[in-house]
């Protein structure tokens, strides 16, 4: 820590600090203006746009991962380096700079979150179901081969039937991911609750604010519950 010029004395009085501003600010949460009609359609919102940005992009990431993955890429000269550069591309940029290009072109609004949030769900379930898919027995990736299938035949017959479940899990994660995502989304112009908490912030209703944290945490505490238990129930069905 010394190495790095951290003084812990500094960090836990700014701690201190942080509790004090939130108590003194922030308390007692405006608890009726997280229970309005408005906002309340704007978790719908939030929902929505989390479901289908997660959706669009792990459709996409599916075949963009088929193309980068060396052992069963159709073509290794020409889509595996395409592959490999829609994932990467997709995961070297942050949500936050997704939304700003989208929002640029697209104007602000659902539509922006949703395109960010699926650029942003290409990059992270790409890798993962890259990575699956290039761990696969090979066994019937040859047998297929043998036979003459072609390079689709044996995505479909040797592959899928080998990373269903874990495909599957992939995409319940993915879905969890971009549920958290989309508050960051929604703040930089995308809508939903992230909309709402940036217009409080802006007109400094801490109260406002600070219902509206809580909000999004038992939110994202439900997102978790439903994504563990969905992904525990495809567990129990291997």
């Given at each position: 820590m010394a190495f790095m010029n951290v003084d812990i004395g500094?960090?836990?009085g700014a701690l201190g600090g942080l509790l004090g501003v939130i108590g003194t600010r922030f308390y007692p949460p405006d608890i009726?203006?997280?229970l309005d009609a408005g906002y309340?359609?704007?978790i719908l919102d939030t929902l929505q746009m989390s479901?289908?940005?997660?959706m669009a992009g792990v459709a996409l990431a599916i075949p963009l991962a088929w193309f980068s993955a060396w052992n069963v890429s159709p073509h290794r000269r020409v889509l595996f380096p395409l592959g490999r550069l829609g994932v990467?591309?997709?995961r070297a940029i942050h949500e936050t700079i997704w939304t700003i290009l989208f929002v640029s072109v697209l104007g602000f609004?659902?539509?922006?979150g949703v395109s960010a949030l699926t650029m942003f769900c290409i990059g992270f379930a790409g890798k993962l179901?890259?990575?699956e898919i290039e761990a696969v027995d090979m066994g019937p990736v040859e047998a297929m081969r043998a036979t003459g299938a072609n390079s689709l035949?044996?995505?479909l017959f040797a592959v899928v039937p080998q990373v269903r479940v874990a495909f599957t899990g992939i995409a319940i994660y993915t879905w969890d991911v971009a549920f958290r995502a989309a508050t960051v989304v929604g703040f930089f112009g995308g809508g939903g609750m992230g909309w709402y908490l940036k217009r409080n912030v802006q007109q400094l209703e801490n109260l406002r604010v600070g219902a509206i944290i809580l909000s999004i945490i038992a939110m994202v505490l439900v997102a978790e519950f439903i994504s563990g238990w969905l992904r525990a129930a495809v567990n129990r069905a291997k």
């Open positions: 500094l960090l836990f009726a203006y997280v309340l359609a704007s479901f289908l940005g997660g990467i591309s997709a609004g659902m539509l922006a179901f890259s990575d035949q044996v995505f």
